[in-house]
């Protein structure tokens, strides 16, 4: 059966390169079954990230099993998206172990981005170490966009709370780091005996209904 999505983007994205000239001199050819040779992302983080920027409003969205519903909406969602992807598959590692986002790969990114005339640039990568400015491909890129009065704002990295976490700390980056709410989200079952269990995870509500 031949199923046909379309898409609508509201002339929302207007650019889309990729680069892996570097990834390929270091781990050979790409293996086209792991990713796309092509700017769109194979596991949805960069169609994730991109749409928590420039995402546009979207009514009835839900989310955590149903339980959050309202609208839905990126950061700013009247921009316009253009996308440099630049991380790829490392041979003979899950992807859950992660990708590989190679120094002179990310740098030809930066390159093209000011080149385009971008006005902020979004870098979701982060490694688990920060390392000196001048070894460090996302702060050389930065900093020639900041030259050119381009903002970046990149991911402050996956680890934490401890300390010597937080990657891309350069002064002239605007490190993001992710946060979360107070509240819960639970779904009360009620058993034949009048037990109340609160679930409150989404994994265990998905469990609960198979």
């Given amino acids: 059966m031949l199923h046909v999505f379309v898409f ?14 570097s990834y390929e001199a270091n781990y050979g050819t790409l293996n086209t079954r792991l990713d796309f040779r092509s700017p769109r992302d194979i ?3 960069g169609t994730h ?39 790829w598959p490392i041979p003979g590692q899950t992807p859950v172990e ?22 902020v640039i979004s870098v979701s990568i982060g490694s688990n170490t920060s390392r000196p400015y001048k070894n460090d491909g ?7 966009a900041l030259k050119r009065n381009i903002v970046v704002a990149c991911s402050a990295g996956n680890l934490g709370p401890t300390t010597y976490s937080v990657s891309n700390v350069a002064p002239w980056i605007m490190t993001v780091g992710a946060s979360s709410i107070d509240r819960m989200f639970s779904s009360p079952i009620v058993l034949g005996n009048d037990m109340i269990i609160e679930v409150i995870k989404e994994q265990n509500i998905k469990n609960l209904r198979t």
């Fill in 138 to 144: 996302i702060a050389i890129g930065a900093l020639h």
């Fill in 8 to 21: 609508i983007l509201y002339r929302k994205l207007i650019g889309a390169r990729y680069y892996l000239r």
């Fill in 49 to 87: 990230t991109s749409s928590t920027i420039g995402g546009r409003r979207v009514p009835n969205a839900s989310s955590i099993g149903g339980l959050g519903s309202g609208t839905a909406t990126g950061g700013a969602p009247l921009a316009r998206i253009a996308i440099y992807k630049v991380c």
């Fill in 43 to 45: 596991n949805g983080h």
């Fill in 98 to 119: 992660g990708n590989t986002c190679l120094d002179d790969d990310m740098l030809a990114a930066f390159d093209d981005a000011i080149a385009d005339g971008v006005h």
